[in-house]
Structures are given as C-alpha cells and as structure tokens.
Nanobody, 116 residues
C-alpha cells in the first residue's frame, strides 16, 4: 500500500502563487508516475500534471506555462508550483500515484481557492 498526504493549499488572490506538496509513504519503491488532479464543485476530476519517475512532466493545456510539477525521489515527494493563479483554478487538488503491481492511489486532497 501507499499513503499520500497533500499540503500547501489555501486562499490566494488572482495572480498569486501557491506550492502544493505530496509526501508518499509505504511501498514507495514501486511508485512510477505521480501526478496532480483537481476537481471543482459539480465537475469531474481532471488531470493537472503528471511526472514520471525519471522526471518527465506532462501538463494540461490550461496550466501550461503557469504550473510546474517536480519530484524529489529521495524525499518521496512530488510538488506542484502554481503561478499566475486564476479564479478558475479554484478546486480540490488531489495527489495521485501509480504503483507497480498495486494500482493507483490517491491522497485526501487539499483545497485551493483563488479570489478575483
């Protein structure tokens, strides 16, 4: 099993920045791709960004050039640096990890609210 704990959410004004962190524990040696997803009220959960174990990122078009995903394998942590935040970025942000032979795991989520 793998446990994921997110932190770093909060309230910020439009144009501001936040940094999310997600710390993994458990069967961490089996973790391959990690990522961030978000879900706004009444909407489906959407991909924000993913990163492979070797560090190759992938972004949703809506966050390209504003968000940066990174990963520290030594600390078993994935980060999401969010700049130039917009009100439409308001959502619950979830950390995700794909774990070999075990499947996909999710964190409990952290709220990000961007005021206009």
């Amino acid at each position: 099993q793998v446990q994921l704990v997110e932190s770093g959410g909060g309230l910020v004004q439009a144009g501001g920045s936040l940094r999310l962190s997600c710390a993994a524990s458990g069967s961490i040696s089996r973790i391959s791709t990690m990522g961030w997803y978000r879900q706004a009220p009444g909407k489906q959960r959407d991909l924000v960004a993913t990163i492979t174990r070797s560090g190759s990122p992938n972004y949703a078009d809506s966050v390209k050039d504003r968000f940066t995903i990174s990963r520290d394998n030594a600390k078993n942590t994935v980060y999401l640096q969010m700049n130039s935040l917009k009100p439409e970025d308001t959502a619950f942000y979830y950390c995700n990890a794909n774990v070999m032979l075990l499947g996909t795991f999710w964190g409990q989520g952290t709220q990000v609210t961007v005021s206009s």
